[in-house]
């Protein structure tokens, strides 16, 4: 794809990425709840303040993570192992069968947009080619981007294992794109901003009221001359403006 269609895009920036959870939908607020459904099965067996359910979740997870990867079968499948860690082993079949269907339930969860999401992205869309970038499981990633209603409005969709340097270089590349000309919208730091503004991109950080631990670790300036923050969708558009005007000056 070159991102070349738009006879309005400006000539800093030629292509917009934006994120999925929790910048178009709400995602993390689900695993939050699946999360305390998690400790309170497990505060069956230890005490959850002597026993630290969540911390030792976490670092399952973390320890997991370059095994599943991101989404919920990975945190379902970190969920189980942890289980039987913080209980010595005497968390019960049934209460591991309850903690699949938590995994089942996020799996089936309604896609609820953000407030004024849909309205910024068509507006930014008038005036540069958009692609979706996001990770986690492919299927249900799909579904999610399937169910929002938003697929029509980008020129393509990227569903990829992690957000870094890497990918993004990879992505530039088959863009055909210098990363100036690349702005990211996005409310993980760690995942949507650092990566981008490291390669000399631009990015738009727009934080949800509720954030996974890994994605808020980044090394990120408040005042990185690249980077502009938002705090709802309807200021979107006029932060891209922005970028732009200072991309093509």
Do not use: C
């Not at 699946?34 to 030792?56: N, T």
């Not at 068509?122 to 399937?146: M, P, S, Y």
């Amino acid at each position: 794809m070159t991102p070349s269609s738009n006879p309005h895009t400006a000539d800093g920036i030629r292509l917009v990425g934006f994120d999925g959870d929790d910048t178009l939908w709400r995602s993390e607020d689900y695993y939050r709840g699946a999360q305390a459904d998690f400790e309170s099965i497990v505060g069956r067996y230890v005490d959850l303040a002597d026993g630290r359910a969540h911390e030792r979740l976490y670092a399952v997870e973390m320890r997991n993570l370059a095994l599943f990867g991101y989404g919920v079968k990975g945190m379902v499948l970190s969920m189980i192992e942890a289980a039987v860690e913080i209980t010595d082993a005497r968390v019960s079949a049934s209460d591991l069968h309850r903690i699949v269907a938590l995994g089942k339930s996020l799996l089936q969860h309604p896609v609820e947009l953000l407030p004024g999401i849909r309205e910024a992205v068509e507006a930014i869309g008038t005036r540069h080619d958009l692609v979706l970038i996001t990770k986690g499981d492919l299927f249900h990633q799909e579904a999610k981007v399937k169910q929002s209603g938003l697929a029509g409005l980008f020129r393509r969709i990227e569903i990829v294992s992690e957000k870094d340097p890497q990918t993004y270089a990879r992505l530039f590349e088959e863009f055909e794109l210098a990363p100036h000309q690349f702005a990211m919208v996005g409310n993980s730091l760690r995942s949507d901003i650092a990566p981008v503004l490291g390669l000399g991109g631009w990015g738009v950080y727009m934080p949800y009221h509720v954030t996974w631990a890994h994605e808020a670790e980044a090394d990120v300036a408040d005042d990185a001359p690249r980077l502009r923050r938002v705090a709802q969708a309807s200021e979107l558009p006029a932060a891209l403006a922005d970028i732009a005007s200072a991309a093509s000056g």
